[in-house]
């Protein structure tokens, strides 16, 4: 998304936003930060991060 909008958790200003998993049951849009606590809160364990592939 384009634009500066404001973090619907922290009211942070961003540049880049993500939208909400419908299953979280939240308006608006989360900062990257806000998003990676999120998504850890609702799916507990280890996460590894997957680099894209290099041609």
């Known amino acids: 998304m384009k634009g500066q909008r404001k973090c619907s958790l922290c009211e942070a200003e961003m540049e880049l936003s993500y939208v909400p998993m419908e299953e979280w049951k ?5 900062c990257g930060r806000c998003y990676s606590r999120k998504l850890a809160e609702f799916y507990p364990g280890e996460h590894v991060r997957v680099e894209p592939s290099e041609k």
């Open 26 to 30: 939240m308006d608006g849009f989360l």
